[in-house]
């Protein structure tokens, strides 16, 4: 028996939901069909430029499924352009996260779309988009280890093969240098 299949989470609902080339025989050619899952994977890693291993994370599924979606939205947009078919964004296989405004309480339900919270009954809701927390997160970022642990940037450059040490120049790598004895690119410590 074949495993059931998940839901993904999308953050944002498509605005356009079909684009059309310009030609006069649109009508004899077949739209291509691009699911909302490949849309969001789209979005998510070319359009916001987010690393594949996090987009996986925010979708909810395994970074493989993540890369067979995002690799056949590319095969169906190069085609579409190619051939000059139009696409159409289609498909409810999605998982939104909700939070209400007035009491703060957070939900999921891929079974049903929601206008008010379940909880207080207000109709001032939101999806939440995972994407835009997790690149705030990250900007804020103080230093290399992590919050409190005080790694920092490194202050020497040294040499991996015999050991040979330097001060660490501001706003230049340690791989920018090479070892005055033995010529191999230093690394800062």
């Not at 309480?105 to 109709?123: G, H, I, L, M, V």
């Not at 994407?131 to 290399?144: A, C, F, G, P, V």
């Not at 330097?166 to 010529?183: A, M, Q, W």
Request: net charge positive; hydrophobic share 25%; glycine share 6%.
């Amino acid at each position: 028996m074949a495993r059931p299949r998940r839901f993904r989470r999308i953050s944002e609902e498509p605005q356009i939901r079909c684009f059309k080339p310009e030609r006069e025989d649109l009508e004899s050619i077949e739209p291509i069909e691009i699911l909302i899952d490949e849309f969001e994977a789209i979005r998510l890693r070319d359009y916001h430029d987010i690393q594949q291993k996090r987009s996986a994370e925010i979708m909810g599924v395994s970074q493989p499924t993540f890369h067979r979606i995002l690799s056949s939205a590319r095969k169906k947009i190069a085609n579409a352009l190619i051939n000059g078919n139009s696409i159409i964004i289609a498909g409810k296989d999605q998982l939104f996260r909700y939070k209400c405004n007035d009491c703060k309480f957070q939900w999921q339900n891929p079974r049903k779309e929601y206008k008010n919270c379940p909880d207080c009954r207000s109709a001032n809701i939101i999806t939440i988009e995972d994407y835009q927390e997790t690149e705030e997160s990250l900007l804020h970022r103080k230093s290399y280890g992590g919050r409190g642990i005080g790694a920092g940037p490194p202050t020497v450059c040294k040499c991996p093969n015999c050991g040979y040490e330097s001060p660490k120049t501001i706003k230049v790598p340690c791989s920018n240098t090479k070892c005055p004895k033995c010529e191999t690119p230093l690394c800062g410590t």
